[in-house]
C-alpha cells in the first residue's frame, strides 16, 4: 500500500513537472530548447515511479502503532508552527514572533520547567538578535504590522 | 610541494589556527552527539561564514566536516548509535568492547586510525589532484556532461536501500534545479508566475532546511517514539590505556582502511559509510583472528575508523577539479567558494592554487588538532555531550535555522523555502528516499545542464557527440556499470535472503 501511495505522489509530481517543462517556450533558432533538461528528468521521473507502481505489491496494512500517530502529529504540529513562525516575520518582526515560538517549540520537546520556559521568552530573542543582527550586522526583517523592535528602540 | 610554503602560512597565522582548533573541537562534538551530524552544523554555520574571508570560512567549515567524521565514533563506541552513518561499523566492535570496560581503549585505536586514514586521504589528495586538474583542463562540455552523467547515477543507485528512489531523489534534486531563469535564453521555468522563484532556489536555505530542520523533525519523532535507557559501561584504568603491542596488529587495518577509503573518496556519492562497511568487511576476512571480529576486537574499530576518515580529503579532489561534490559537506563548501565569488572547477588550480593548498594545510592541521584533542579528551567530550540537554540543543537549533536561513541573504523568500525543504527533508527520509543524492544532485544540475546544452550546440550529430567521443562514451558506461552492478547486488541479497528463508 505504501508503495503504491509512493509511485502516485512521484507520478504527480512527475506530471506537474513535465506541464511545468511543456510550458518553456520553444527555443529561438540555433539555441536549445530550456525545456530540455526539466522535461528529460520529469519523464525520467515519470518511469521510475511506474517502475515503483509496478514494484509495488499488495499487502495487508498492519495498524500503525499509537506511537508513530503521535510523532506524526507531533511533526505536523511543529511543521505548521514553523510555518506560522516564519509568516510572522513578516508581520511582527523578528523579536515577537520568537519570543512567543521559543517555549511553545521547547515545551513540545519536553520541557516543562515554567522558570526555564519565561527566561527563554526574553533570552531567545535577544541572543539571536544580539548575534546574528548586532554583531553580524544582518538587517532584520521588518515587521508590517507591528514591530516590537521598533516599539522598543522608540 | 605547493603544500609546505601553504603549511608555513597557515602556522603563521594564530586567529587562522585557532579556527582549526575551534573547528575540530566543534566538529568532535557535534559529530559525537547522536542525532546531530557535520552536515547540519556546517549547513547552520554558513551563513556566518559569508562575513569571514573565504580561507577562514572555508578551512573553518572543512575541519569541521573531517571532525565531525571522527566524532561519530565516539557515540558509536560509547553508546551503541552511530553519531553519523559512517560510524555505524565501527560500533560493530566499539561497542562490545566498551561493554567489557575498554572504551578508553577502543576510543584511542578509532583515534589513532582515524588520523592514519585522515592523513593518507589528504597526503594522496595533494599528491594527485593537480593532476586530475591538469587532465581536467582538457574536457570539453561532451565529456564534462558524461562525467556529470556518471555522478548522478552512482549517487543515485548506489547510496540507499532502493535505486529507484536513490535516482527518483536525484531527478528531484535536479527539478527543483531547474526553478528560476533559463541561464542561456533567461526564459522562465516553474516560476508559475513568483517573481521571488524566478530567482531560484537558493542553496544555503535549501541545505540549512533539509539537513537543520528536516534533523529537527527527525528528532521530534525519535522522542516521541524513543523508549528505555542507555545502558551504563564499565571502565577501568587498564580498559583507558592503549600499548603499542595492542595498537601494532590494528596498523595493516588501517593502513588498508586509509587506501579503500582514499580510493572510495575520489568516486563521487559513495561516501564514507561504504568505504568503513567494505574496510571492516576486507579487514574480517583478511584478519587472524576473524572469529574475534564482531565481539570486540580493536582491528574491528581500526580497520573502519580509517577507512571513513581517508574519505574526507579525496573527496574534494572532485569538488575542486571538477565542480562535482562526492559528499553533503562537498557540496555545502561547493556553496561557500561560490559565495566568496570563486569558480570551483580546473581553472581554480589556475586562479586561486595558494588558497587550495592552503585549505589541504588547514585539513591536515585539523587533523591534528582533533587527533590530539581526540586522543587525551574523548572521554571529557562523551561526558559533556550526556549532559547536553536535547530537549533545549532541539529547539535551538530549529530557531538558529530561521534566522541563519534569513541572515543568508535577508529574503524571507528563502525562510519559507527552509521550512518546506526541512518537511520535504524529513518526508523523504521517512519514506527511505535519498536525501544526499537530492542535494548533491541539485549542485550539480546547473553545471550539466550547461554542458549538456554546450554539447549539443557544438555538435553536429545531435545527441551522439556523447557516444563519439571515447572519454565521454566512457564515463556514461562507467555510470550504467555502477548501476547494473547495484541491481546484480540487490538481486543476489534477494536471493540469498530468498533462500535462508527456504531453508528455514
Known sequence: MRAYAEGLVLAGLAIVALWGAWQVPAASPGDTWAGIVPFAAALALLVLSIFLLLGATPQPVDAPEESDNAATFGIVGLFLIALLYQQSFRWFGYVLPTAITAPVVLYLFGVRNWIGLTVSVVLCPLVFHVIFFELLGVFPPYGEVFDLLDWIKG | ?504
Open chain 2, 1 to 504: 610541494m605547493e603544500i609546505f610554503p601553504a603549511l608555513l602560512s597557515v602556522l603563521t597565522d594564530p586567529t587562522l589556527l585557532f579556527a582549526i582548533v575551534l573547528a575540530a573541537a566543534v566538529g568532535m562534538i557535534v559529530g559525537a552527539t547522536p542525532g546531530l551530524t557535520a552536515s547540519a552544523a556546517i549547513a547552520m554555520l554558513l551563513p556566518i561564514t559569508f562575513y569571514m574571508p573565504p580561507l577562514f570560512a572555508l578551512a573553518f567549515l572543512y575541519v569541521i566536516g573531517k571532525s565531525g567524521r571522527y566524532g561519530g565514533s565516539i557515540a558509536a563506541i560509547l553508546f551503541n548509535t552511530p553519531g553519523t552513518a559512517a560510524s555505524a561499523a565501527t560500533q560493530i566492535d566499539g561497542y562490545p568492547l566498551a561493554r567489557s570496560g575498554k572504551a578508553g581503549k577502543a576510543m584511542k585505536v578509532a583515534t589513532i586510525s582515524s588520523i592514519i586514514g585522515d592523513l593518507m586521504g589528504d597526503i594522496l589528495l595533494v599528491v594527485g589532484v593537480g593532476f586530475i586538474a591538469a587532465i581536467a583542463l582538457k574536457l570539453g562540455p561532451p565529456e564534462t556532461f558524461a562525467i556529470y552523467f556518471a555522478a548522478f547515477v552512482v549517487i543515485g543507485s548506489v547510496i540507499g536501500k532502493s535505486i529507484v528512489k536513490g535516482l527518483a531523489s536525484a531527478l528531484l534534486g535536479i527539478l527543483i534545479a531547474m526553478v528560476g531563469l533559463d541561464p542561456i535564453s533567461s526564459e522562465e521555468r516553474y516560476t508559475f508566475g513568483s517573481f521571488d522563484l524566478s530567482n531560484g532556489v537558493g542553496l544555503v536555505p535549501l541545505m540549512i532546511g533539509v539537513f537543520v530542520l528536516g534533523e529537527v523533525f527527525a528528532q521530534m519523532e525519535e522522542r516521541r517514539k524513543a523508549k528505555g535507557d542507555i545502558e551504563e559501561n564499565e571502565s577501568s584504568e587498564s580498559g583507558n590505556s592503549l600499548s603499542w603491542e595492542e595498537y601494532k596488529p590494528c596498523l595493516p587495518h588501517a593502513f588498508r582502511g586509509g587506501f579503500i577509503g582514499a580510493g572510495i573518496g575520489v568516486l563521487p556519492g559513495l561516501g564514507s559509510a561504504i568505504a568503513a562497511f567494505i574496510s571492516y568487511g576486507e579487514g574480517k576476512r583478511r584478519a587472524k583472528n576473524p572469529e574475534k571480529w564482531g565481539k570486540g576486537a580493536l582491528e574491528g574499530v581500526a580497520a573502519p575508523e580509517a577507512a571513513n576518515n581517508a574519505v574526507s580529503g579525496p573527496s574534494m579532489a572532485p569538488l575542486l577539479t571538477l565542480g562535482i561534490p562526492g559528499s553533503t559537506i562537498g557540496a555545502i563548501l561547493l556553496g561557500v567558494f561560490l559565495i566568496h565569488g570563486i569558480q570551483v572547477g580546473p581553472t581554480l588550480f589556475l586562479t586561486d592554487k595558494e588558497l587550495v593548498y592552503q585549505l589541504f594545510a588547514c585539513g591536515m592541521l585539523g587533523i591534528i588538532a582533533y587527533g590530539v584533542i581526540g586522543y587525551f579528551g574523548a572521554t571529557q567530550v562523551a561526558r559533556l555531550i550526556l549532559k547536553i540537554p536535547t530537549n533545549v540543543l532541539y529547539p535551538m537549533i530549529f530557531l538558529t535555522a530561521f534566522v541563519a536561513a534569513y541572515s543568508a541573504r535577508g529574503s524571507m523568500f528563502d525562510v519559507t523555502v527552509m521550512t518546506v525543504a526541512g518537511f520535504g527533508g524529513w518526508l523523504m527520509r521517512k519514506y527511505d528516499f535519498n536525501i544526499a543524492a537530492c542535494v548533491i544532485s541539485f549542485v550539480l544540475a546547473k553545471g550539466a545542464e550547461e554542458t549538456f546544452r554546450q554539447s549539443l550546440l557544438m555538435s553536429e550529430s545531435g545527441p551522439l557527440v556523447f557516444v563519439e567521443r571515447p572519454i565521454a562514451l566512457a564515463f556514461l558506461i562507467l555510470g550504467l556499470a555502477a548501476m547494473a552492478f547495484r541491481i546484480r547486488g540487490i538481486l543476489k541479497e534477494r536471493r540469498i535472503a530468498q533462500g535462508g528463508l527456504g531453508d528455514a
